[in-house]
């Protein structure tokens, strides 16, 4: 199972920088906002602090911190996966990890975690997220789904 969350890790990292690599360099955002859809924007958003902006901060040791804390939960997570009792866990640690060491990346680069998918409908608005946030995301859903629903084998059907 190792190879196989390995993998799916590897793939989240590498759309999450290509797509961040889209928006920044290829299209040029800058501080526009590009309308895809009423309720869809592309925007260009640093995140200085941690999921959808919470405990945002200026302080130059925050990128570090945030980064060290990142790192370790990514390990924990490896040791996590090579225990992996099946497929949906594997895949649901390889996406987290890979959404983790994508947004560590930003924050050992930039400083900050780029964001750009803007969502908005009924006068709600969501935080701007990426790629990387959205695979956390699934991924932690799906191991929940795992740990709390999934039927285990040799459970006893009622």
Not at 3 to 13: M, T
Not at 25 to 47: K, M, Q
Not at 75 to 81: C, D, E, K
Not at 130 to 156: E, S
Request: aromatic content about 14%; charged content about 15%; some cysteine.
């Amino acid at each position: 199972m190792l190879r196989f969350g390995s993998g799916i890790a590897a793939v989240i990292f590498v759309c999450d920088r290509f797509t961040k690599w889209l928006v920044l360099d290829v299209w040029s955002l800058g501080d526009r906002i590009y309308e895809v859809a009423p309720f869809f924007n592309i925007v260009t958003v640093w995140n200085t602090g941690v999921s959808f902006g919470m405990l945002q901060s200026q302080s130059p040791t925050t990128p570090l911190l945030l980064s060290g804390l990142a790192l370790a939960i990514v390990v924990a997570l490896f040791v996590w996966l090579r225990r992996a009792e099946n497929r949906l866990m594997a895949f649901s640690l390889g996406l987290v990890i890979g959404g983790a060491i994508g947004n560590t990346f930003d924050r050992l680069m930039f400083g900050a975690v780029f964001d750009f998918l803007d969502f908005h409908v009924w006068g709600y608005h969501w935080p701007a997220f990426n790629v990387a946030d959205t695979a956390i995301i699934v991924g932690v859903i799906a191991l929940l789904y795992d740990g709390l629903v999934r039927p285990r084998q040799g459970d006893a059907e009622t």
